[in-house]
Every structure is written in C-alpha cells, then in structure tokens.
C-alpha cells in the first residue's frame, strides 16, 4: 500500500505491507531511531510518539493508520538548539537515568503540559502510568516534567537559565 504520513511536519510516501508496523516505520524506512522498541506485548510504552498531539504505542499502531495523521517523534522536540523544556527538565533533575523509556515518557511529558501546563504530581504519575522504567524508577522522572512545568514560561530563555533553576 502506498501511505503519506505527515512525520515532523514533513510529509513522508513509502510503500509498506498492510501490517508493517508504525515504529517500524519510524525506525527502518525513516531511520528515524530515536523512537524506541522495548517490548512485543505492548507494554513498555517506550515506543510512544504522538499522533495528532495525543500519544500512541507506535508497536501497536499499524503505519497504514497514520496515513493522513500527524506524528511527531522525540526528534522534533528541540527547535535547533533549543531545547524543549521537557528535555532540559530530564537533564536538570536526572530524568535519564538510563535514557531507554526516555523519548517515550517525554512525549507523554509534552503532550500532557500542552493539556495541562499545571499538572499535580498525580496526574504526572497517571500520564506516564503506560510506560515502564526498567532501570531506576519514576521520581526523576516526575521531577523532570515538573521543572518543565515550572519553567514553561521562561521556554525562550530556558537554557540559559537553567542551571540556577535545580
Ligand atoms: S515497544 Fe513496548 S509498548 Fe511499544
Ligand atoms: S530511565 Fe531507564 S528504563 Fe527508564
């Protein structure tokens, strides 16, 4: 089948199989590898990319699907160098860890402030309730959207003045 899928802001036509899989799509015909894959059973959530601004396992979505839709991968998240707010939070506060789920639960950072620029700890925690952290666990990583969340609107200046921010 031939698709067009719209892949940060760029339009995108390939001819893929029916079931060719959207992450795949991301990883092997756009080369675009940030988009992680951590699991076949749909549970990990490290896959996830927004679809029109809403996340998505892209392991469980088909590519077909996104035909006509918008996606937007962790490589879109800085605008040249700077930053988006989400990303330096993880680098403030220790988000990384060991960076495996962390495109994923930015993504679900971004998406979620776009909706709610003022979120509690809880609906932090409930945002990214879809995605698994092997390695350490989640208080780094609550932190780090919080200080997005703080810092949203200085996000011009955000890296200059991130470093008196911790
Ligand atoms: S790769 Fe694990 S949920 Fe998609
Ligand atoms: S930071 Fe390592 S799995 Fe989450």
Redesign the pocket.
Known sequence: MRITVNVNGDDHTREVEPRHLLVRFLRDDLELTGTHW?CDTSNCG?CVVLMDGDPVKSCTVLAVMAAGHEIRTVEDLADGDQLDPVQQGFIEQH????????PG?MLTGRALLDRNPDPSEQEIREAISG???????YL??VKSIQWAARNRAEADGVTETAGSQS
Do not use: H, V
């Open positions: 951590g490290t988000g990384l860890q060991c960076g495996f789920c962390t639960m995605q698994l952290c092997r390695c350490t666990g780094n990583i």
